[in-house]
């Protein structure tokens, strides 16, 4: 036994194990513990030898392929303020001031979502599912830089309770709770979390997002060239200097992160390859009703509907999420395609939200169990006609 | 014949494959019957400590069906009789005199077990103690003597890890192979189903007789019963096929044959925690400690069977009725530093999370480790990929914690094992005990009805 098993054995037994004084507080203890150490625990009935693989493996490995939306996202919140201030700053000092920014957010979500996933778990005396590690960076990303951090506190305190632990917990929700905590802050916030103001951390300074500007762009108009005279450039937007939420703006850092998840294949690709496939179909069936009296929105091209708003972010890092997507492979296909098709129906044709994807993941999420057992029935049909 | 290409599942890399030579080991001094390994009977006992007993002899038999009796496979006396929780019987240990007096039954001549009627069949197995060879589905019990069975299997492939390659022990032994068949061929109306490797060379099964032969290929499961029957004859509600190992064919055969209760058996001694790895020549019933002659066992997980489906005994422990196979690992249980930060060139998984899948080896140390805590199933995208059945296995399993007996029926429960699922618990990042959880579920349509 090494040196940190047995200090770790020598605490357990002294202040966490039963009839202790700390026991209820386990949940705690065992969640730092396994943190440092896997816990040595072996098997007690067939299969003798399990995978090396484990959940807190795979959640940190979703952790790991946000980061380059986190960095990169660090790094554009402090870029949009030298725009707002029309100061030059260094490439080093955007990412600082940035961070002084984006951290606090992080910090806040961790700190209070921990703390109920720490409280559920020891009131329902179960492991700390690492899940919320998760949940709390996606949040946190999802937000403007500009959010006052104690709705950050309220809007995770209500993904997490709300939208996970009252179902039982990670891996029993209905709705990815990260977007239910973003959907709540949105609609109880709105003047914090919409709107043209919120995404540089400037007092005073409103510039308008790609996708607001072609939201707003004259009838008949075309969406491009509006975002272009807006000063917006295609390479822009796939890079993600532009407004808006922290970890959203890069096309570019969401790829890198889709390329760690099919890589190491912790992420359903079907789900992916069903939103790009949706959301073409749709912009491109858009596209056929272009004209004189039509939403300008409908002469944007899908290359742009893929690279705005949130979508990258949404489908490659929220939709795949597997507990609340569809669980049978034709199901993903479907639940996949439909939330691409979504995001571009929410972003033209309901002008009260330019955005589309938080409420087209989340109206899925809910008709993912319902598409499942429609498969699983035409799978039992199937087995009851072959005779 | 058909060849029958199984492409989902997985063979996993794990060290400790036997060679495949055949030693004869010395007469094992204590052997024991396990009353356990058969699913669902109550056993009676009709012997006591002391009692001495010749190969044959009943020990107990079953108090819902008593005609079905499980005889001594070696003469000797009783030298223990253990109990388990419950006061449930564990084990009758025989010390043995190494004489093999044997009790004597009926003998038949080869050419007429294929014209015997089913019930003399049944009465001959049944009193010489091999009808607890003959299992069905569902539910993988020891098979109902009064119903008529689809269809029966012989399996003469197994694809769990280090397995026995079967085709080599049956060597020579063409004529109690032939009789078995021809023994099993009068049990039901239906064919005979024989199931081999893609390779199999073995006279013994490329000429059976009686019987129709299928090959399986690709990864484990392709050598699992139930693979076998969705592939050849898928069975619903109400249908009942059965199915019996290689090795105890021949044994139906020799009893048959000789009149005497067969108990030669050959088990593959596998696994890193042995040095000598071989096809032990050894009779029903040995034990680990004489199969593993010489190897320190102290730290080892001692396993009757394959470490996907076999059960642990322990290094005092003896081989289980169907087992043709032990394995032996490192039982393990290190706490590992940061196991969820680490690289793991040398961690064996079938996901892509570790660099041991980019960088891969012929073969790895698997220990019995659970390498993580338990957690709600969250990757339920995995199982599938492991079941090369028709079947939805998250939902299959919802069903079961749901209690939702018709469903589970409806998904096809009826036609698995929890060994058929042992690789979607391998491979569950969150440790979900998926085979226990089908078994509760077949256990409670048993009880049921």
Redesign the interface.
Known sequence: ??L??KI?KEIEEKYFSKGKPLEKMFPLF?ALD??????????K??????????????M??VVLALTPCILMGMYNVGYQMSVAEGLEYSVLACFGAGALKVLPIIIVTYAVGGLWEGLFAIVRNH?I???FLVTGILFALTLPPTIPLWQVAVGISFGVVIGKEIF?????NVLNPALTARAFVFFAYPAQMSGDAVWAAVDGFSKATPLAVAAIAERGTDAVEAIQNAGYTFQDVFLGFIPGSIGETSALACLLGLAFLL????A?WRVMAGCVIGLVAMSLFFGLFKGENSLAFFSLPPQWHLIMGGFAFGAVFMATD??SSS???AG?WIYGILIGALVVLIRMVNPAYPEGVMLAILFMNVFAPTI?HF??QA??K???A?G | MAEFQIKKGKD?K?KGQAAKEVVELPFPSTIALQPQDFRGIKPRLAVKVGDSVKVGSKLFIDKTNEDIAFLSPASGTVEAITRGAKRALMEIVIKTDGNQDAEAFATFRAEEIARLAKSDVIKALLSGGLWPAVRQRPFSCIADTSAEPKSIFVRAVNTDPLAMDVDVVLEGLEKEFQAGLDALKTLTQGEVFLCTAPDAKSKVLTEAQNVITHRFSGPHPAGNVSTHIYNID?I?KGDTVWYVEAQDVVRIGQLLLTGTHPVEKYVAVTGEGVEKRYYAKTIIGASIKDLTAGSDLMGQ?C?S?S??????VGADGYVCFYDSQV?I?P???????????VP?FD????????A?AFVPRAEYS????????????????LY?KYVPL?I?V??LLKAVIANDIESAE???ILEVD??DF??C???????T?V??IIRQGLDVIQKEG
């Open positions: 036994m090494s940190f098993a770790s065992d396994t943190f440092l150490l896997t816990p040595g625990k072996t098997t009935q067939a299969p003798h030898v399990r995978d090396a693989v484990d959940i807190k493996r795979v940190i490995f492991e599912n690492e899940g039982g917990g990670t891996g029993y890589i190491t294949r912790v359903s597997p507990v669980a049978t492979d993903r499942d498969v699983v799978q039992i199937r087995r009851s072959r | 996993l794990i898928k619903e997980r396993i069977g470490v996907l489906s076999g059960k642990s394995t690992i039982e393990g249980g290190d706490r590992r530093l940061l196991g969820w930060l793991g961690l064996y998984t079938l996901s892509n999370t570790y041991s698997l220990d019995a480790d659970t390498n993580g805590g338990e957690r709600a199933i969250v990757c339920n995208h599938d028709d939805p998250y939902f409806a998904m096809g929890e060994e042992a690789l618990t391998f491979a569950c990042p969150s440790k005990e085979g226990a």
